[in-house]
């Protein structure tokens, strides 16, 4: 049980740990092997390690404490005695972590545990301590290199001896432990055994008495360990184990026993097996009863606690010598009445098993039989035993396994039963779950299917049924859980593949908790196929168009189709209680059906007659009767086709016949003037009609005016004009097509107000169209009902009639406008301004206008015939216009350019178009010629061009924006220079060329120039498409239109970059070294002016200093010159390093550079300067592969002291240097100055 930290219990823990491992060390360092610190045994570890897994890891620092206080006795410094203490403490923490990771239990009752015990807990625990002490003791230089692999093997030998001795008698010893050992008789035996244990331990390890041929007695004891293993159990085992090794290990320690000899290694090596062995052996032997007593236990509660009824029989005379307590339940006798029965007693059959024992003993063998046996009631069950024979001789023993199979038996025989009837019986019976799965089919299933039985119970529904529904399923199942399913049909597949189609009846059945369905397949295929012959009958009759009918002898109607009941109104049932009579007037009793005369086919002729509906109303039919002979009984199936549609075709195409003679007669009528033409087809129509009124009327904002008209006694006349709604023709022209209405008075139009004045009951007129506009209404209409109804050939007719009035109308008026339009044409070609020509394949002009002759330059028709029209064309464009004439006369329109001369001289360029003239025969007889004078366009068209070569082959770019400083063109010099393409900026402003190099106020300053100037020119960086910038340069220009407002911006810009380039390419040159980048002599000059100028004013000193390199031309010599240019660049950067910024480096050429300070304190600072100068140059450089040394001579030259002039400062610096070179170089040396150290 863990204790919480600083609890009383675990303060009495850790101070009882600490104890009893400082006293423990105290007794293992009394039998010190190597020096004082390691020991044949150390009964520490084990200590530690049964308090880390018996109580807790949280006492690990009284641990650390005892072996820290341990060690410090023994004269350890105190830096190795908290090493030492801290490997002590680690091996049996660890080891103690790692078993309880693994589940380890402290009273060892497993191999398991004392595999794992021993593994981690003995062994590699032990090893960690091991190491660290021993890594502890060589550090402190106590222990040899040479002896470390010695003195570990005996340190980890002597920790694990510790926890094996030690740690098992403190992790399975307890307090009640020990009482429950000692007490009554076998506490006075375990007593006298562990006495005689330490008896003879203590006679072996003496060594005055055993001798070698009394080695073996050292063994002894080891029978006594066991006694007390089996006796005792581990914790009293493991002490006795404990006490003897005690005894060995002590008189090992001081030269006697049997382990005491000359060699060493051979001593320890026996003393540490025999304690192991001592050890492990006792705990082996306690691990091994206590599991084989816990496999005895769980054996007993799995016979006792099963249901199952178990026995264990004597196989020589039968007698019971076991029993569980579901066996004493079952037979109703208590425990000791039923062991020592025999089988016999209690079994009716006990013949049968002895002679099935009998049969599988000598095979070793399990047996299984049925027998019944005899309850303490007096009542008999039948039980299903299962029997083996374990164990042979006298301790042979039959065990058995029985089941009270009675019930089952006795259900088993009535599913035999059930079995038998199912299997004879003609439909198939099968038992399914509510998973689909088959459990039961009788054997007409299985020949329905053409499956075994044994293929369909591993089967389920849906591997049967192709339209399987799990929904459906459901459903069904969950109704029949209610009341009794209602039966389906359905398919089921056989095992060939074909479907039968069967009558399910379903019922749910709730068995053991489970629902299932027990279903009745009835093989239905024959009924199927009447029923389909049936359907087909019916489909077939029910969608004839013919009404048939099956008539009696006597005209009563057997059967009707569907068609007959639609014809006559009747519903099926009303119509076969009814006969022949009811439905055909023309029938009676006295005139029957066989009478009538047959064709050479045997079916009588087919002929008309009518029948009545329901509602009365009659309709022609064309009846055919065929004879039928049914059973002795004279029938007839009779075949009635309503030909009301017929009739009305045949009526129809005869009043369409008479109409087209009719309308052939209006179509005679053309070569009459319009008025008669549409009086006399007026007149023809009402005839055709026989309506007395017939009126084509014209109709212009809403009145009606009668334009011609036909009418009994002249009741109306031409011209006479209505309000266009008080007319029939209001409604025609509403509809928009033929209306025709046979009785006004019961139709929709009987509140018209045409109809309340005029009284017109028959009226049918349609619409008159002229140039695909509305003209009039060409109508005819009677003061009677129109008897025999309009049809679709009196609206067909009055269609046709008003289509032809229409064009004879437009007819009229197309002529009376064509004349109009000859004259309009005439004024309009001789007033037309372009020149307008007419030319006949001769070549002689028929016709021409004014413009033509002014454009020819003579005065008359005649004029032009005479000089000829190919005269006044240029040479050169002739054969381009005779093949344009030719062109047309071939039937095409063609247009040319070309160039004429006039009578007078004047050349001009025309553009013509050209088309043929085409007489009434369609034969072209002329050339019409539109020509138009296009001198100017083409002057301009020619300076466009000159404008658009230059535009596109300048090698400037140009840019065009409209007033708003939209690009609305480039040209592809743009696009070379910019990398834009014309679609790429059409619609962008020009700043997407900005670079933003130039300021804002750079752009306000063009844009003014332009704006006050009318153009700018400069020069600007731009940036292209792909991001790298440009110089260029600029001309804009403003363009303005007529107003003065400017409509366009116009920029021309070259790409001098190139110059740019080169104009700083050479200032670059100009003023800095091209190898060093560093200012040249120019430049400083110019800087050396500044830097003088500037001092003067703030009164500061400058120094001038001249610095040679020494050694550069030996590189230059040995390592090439490219090497001798890296040692130069290299010594530029050091020196820009050793200056300000504000300073200047500058190289003179070959190796020398000046150095200009400006604005120093004094000479000291100067001094430091030049200082780290000499120590930079000096450093190795490396060149390739070889470090190369070089040094410097440094001149130096002070302003004012030493002048005030650049060249005297530069001469006077240089004059120093040499000095200093002089001097020993690696140096420098100030004007008139002694030379500086080293």
């Known amino acids: 049980m863990l204790a919480c930290p600083l609890s009383p219990r675990w303060i009495f823990r850790f101070v009882s740990v600490a104890l009893a491992y400082y006293l423990g060390g105290q007794l293992g360092l009394s039998v010190p092997f190597v020096g004082s610190h390691i020991t044949l045994i150390w009964p520490p570890t084990g200590i530690a390690l049964a308090a880390f897994l018996g109580w807790q890891r949280s006492l690990w620092p009284a641990v650390w404490l005892a072996a820290f206080a341990v060690n410090l006795d023994i004269g350890s410094p105190p830096w190795l005695a908290f090493a030492i203490a801290g490997g002590n403490t680690l091996g049996p923490w660890v080891a103690a972590s790692l078993l309880q990771k693994r589940g380890f239990d402290p009273a060892i009752p497993r191999r398991r545990d004392l595999l794992h015990f021993l593994a981690i807990g003995v062994a590699g625990g032990m090893a960690l301590s091991a190491s660290n002490g021993v890594l502890s003791l060589r550090l402190a230089g106590i222990l040899p290199t040479e002896n470390m692999l010695s003195a570990w093997t005996t340190w980890w030998l002597g920790d694990a001896m510790g926890a094996l001795v030690l740690g098992v008698p403190l992790l399975t010893v307890g307090r009640q432990q020990w009482r429950t050992l000692f007490h009554g008789r076998r506490g006075v035996e375990l007593g006298c055994a562990l006495l005689m244990t330490l008896l003879i331990g203590g006679l072996v390890f003496d060594g005055h008495l055993l001798t070698s041929a009394a080695t073996p007695l050292m063994f002894l004891p080891f029978l006594l360990l066991m006694w007390i293993a089996i006796r005792g159990g581990t914790g009293l085992a493991s002490t006795a184990a404990l006490l003897l090794s005690a005894q060995a290990v002590w008189a090992t320690a001081h030269g006697g026993g049997p382990f005491h000899n000359g060699d060493l290694h051979a001593s320890l090596a026996m003393l540490w097996g025999y304690m192991a062995a001592a050890s492990i052996t006792t705990v082996l032997i306690t691990v091994l009863l206590g599991e084989l007593q816990a496999s005895e236990s769980r054996l007993r509660q799995i016979f006792e606690s099963n249901h199952a009824i178990k026995l264990v029989f004597d196989p020589r005379d039968g007698r019971i010598l076991d029993a569980n307590q579901a066996a004493c339940d079952f037979y109703g006798y208590p425990r000791s009445r039923l062991l020592g029965s025999s089988l016999r007693e209690i079994g009716t059959d006990a013949d049968e098993f002895d002679r099935c024992m009998a049969a599988n003993a000598a095979a070793g063998t399990g047996w299984s039989l049925k027998a019944r046996h005899r309850l303490a009631s007096g009542a008999e069950r039948e039980v299903e035993i299962y029997a083996g024979l374990v164990g042979t001789g006298d301790r042979a023993r039959i065990y058995a396994i029985l089941h009270d199979v009675t019930e089952r038996t006795q259900v088993e025989d009535e599913l035999q039963k059930f079995k038998f009837f199912n299997d004879n019986a003609n439909d198939g019976y099968m038992l399914v779950n509510e998973q689909g799965r088959i459990l039961y089919v009788n054997r007409m299933t299985c020949e329905q299917l053409g499956y075994t039985e044994a293929e369909l119970l591993r089967m389920s529904v849906p591997d049967i049924d192709p339209h399987y529904d799990l929904a459906r399923v459901v459903a069904h199942f969950e109704q029949g859980k209610r009341t009794r399913m209602p039966p389906f ?100 009793d006295g005139r029957r059906v066989q009478p ?233 070609i001789d007033n037309e301004p372009e020149a307008v020509s007419i030319r006949r394949r001769d070549g002689a002009y028929v016709e021409m206008n004014r413009a033509a002759m ?331 592969t070889q470090a190369c040394n070089v040094s410097g001579s440094i001149g130096i030259a002070l302003y004012p002291q030493h002048g005030t002039d650049p060249d005297v400062l530069l001469r006077l610096s240089d004059q120093a240097m040499y000095a200093a070179k002089q001097a020993g170089k690696n140096r420098f040396q100030v004007h008139a100055a002694a030379p500086g150290p080293d």
Request: with cysteine; glycine share 8%.
């Open 489 to 588: 049909e359905t398919e089921h597949r056989r095992k060939d593949g074909t479907c039968v189609p069967l009558e399910i009846n379903s019922t749910a059945l709730l068995v053991k908790g489970q629902w299932l369905a027990f279903t009745c397949e009835r093989d239905i295929t024959e009924r199927k196929r009447f029923e389909n012959e049936l359907q087909k009958f019916r489909f077939f009759s029910d969608n004839a168009n013919d009404a048939t009918f099956l008539v009696d002898e006597r005209g009563r109607f057997l059967y009707v189709n569907r068609m007959a009941c639609e014809q006559l109104g009747y519903s099926e049932e009303e119509l076969l209680q009814m006969g022949v009579g009811d439905v055909d007037p023309a029938y009676s």
């Open 596 to 828: 009538l005369p047959a064709d050479q086919t045997g079916r009588l002729a087919p002929f008309e007659s009518t029948h009545r509906r329901r509602d009365g109303s009659c309709f022609p039919v064309e009846i055919l009767l065929t004879p039928v002979a049914f059973q002795g009984s004279y029938l007839r199936f009779v075949s009635a086709r309503d030909i009301s549609d017929r009739k009305r075709i045949e009526a129809a195409g005869r009043r369409q016949r008479e109409s087209l003679a009719k309308l052939n007669e209006v179509a005679a009528l053309s070569h009459l003037p319009l008025a008669t033409q549409l009086r006399q087809a007026l007149a023809i129509a009402s005839a055709q009609l026989e309506l007395p009124f017939g009126i084509v009327s014209q109709v212009s904002e809403r009145r009606y005016t009668i334009l011609s008209e036909v009418s009994p006694h002249g009741e109306l006349r031409e011209g006479q004009d209505f309000e266009l709604g008080q007319t029939c023709c209001d409604i025609t022209l509403s509809e928009m097509r033929v209306v025709a209405i046979a009785e006004m008075g019961n139709s929709l139009y009987r509140r018209h107000p045409s109809y309340q004045t005029l009284q017109m009951e028959a009226y049918i007129g349609a619409v008159i169209q002229v140039g695909g506009k509305v003209f009039g209404t060409v109508s005819f209409s009677s003061p009677h009902s129109y008897a025999r109804g309009f049809d679709e050939g009196d609206i067909e007719f009055v269609a046709l009639l008003a289509r032809w009035m229409g064009s004879t109308i437009e007819r009229e008026h197309a002529a009376r406008e064509l004349a109009a339009s000859q004259a309009r044409l005439q004024t309009i």
């Open 854 to 1184: 002014e454009v020819l330059e003579i005065g008359s028709l005649e004029e032009a015939n005479t000089f000829g029209a190919m005269n006044f064309i240029v040479p050169e464009h002739r054969a381009a216009y005779a093949e344009l004439c030719q062109r047309v006369f071939e039937g095409e329109s063609a247009t040319l350019e070309f160039m004429i001369v006039g009578k007078a001289g004047t050349v001009r360029w025309m553009d013509t178009h050209a088309a043929p003239l085409r007489d009434a025969n369609g034969v072209i007889t002329a050339v019409l010629g539109v020509t138009r004078d296009v001198t100017l366009r083409k002057r301009a068209e020619s300076q466009l061009r000159l404008a658009a070569n230059v535009f596109t082959h300048a090698h400037e770019g140009i840019m065009i924006c409209d007033a708003n400083c939209a690009i609305i063109d480039v040209n592809p010099t743009f696009t070379e220079i910019t990398g834009y393409s014309r679609e790429a900026v059409l619609g962008q402003k020009p700043n997407i060329l900005a670079s933003g190099r130039q300021a804002h106020a750079f752009y306000e300053a063009m844009w003014q120039a332009i704006r006050t100037q009318g153009h700018w020119e400069g020069e600007l960086w731009n940036r292209r498409r792909d991001g790298s910038a440009y110089a260029e340069r600029l001309t804009i220009s403003a363009v303005s239109d007529q107003q003065g407002e400017v409509s366009h911006y116009i920029g021309t810009f070259t790409d001098i970059t190139c110059v740019i380039n080169q104009r700083e390419q050479l200032e670059f040159l100009a003023h800095y070294d091209p190898l060093t980048k560093l200012p040249n002599r120019a430049l400083l000059a110019d800087r050396l002016h500044q830097t003088l100028a500037q001092a003067s004013r703030s009164g500061s000193l400058v120094a001038v200093c001249y610095l040679d390199l020494d050694g550069f031309k030996a590189v230059n010599d040995e390592l090439g010159h490219e090497a001798g240019d890296v040692l130069l660049i290299e010594i530029s950067h050091r020196l820009k390093d050793c200056v300000r910024a504000g300073d200047t480096v500058s190289r003179l050429g070959g190796d020398e550079f000046v150095l200009l300070l400006g604005s120093i304190g004094g000479l000291q600072e100067c001094e430091h300067v030049i200082g780290r100068v000499l120590e930079a140059v000096a450093a190795p450089i490396e060149l390739g």
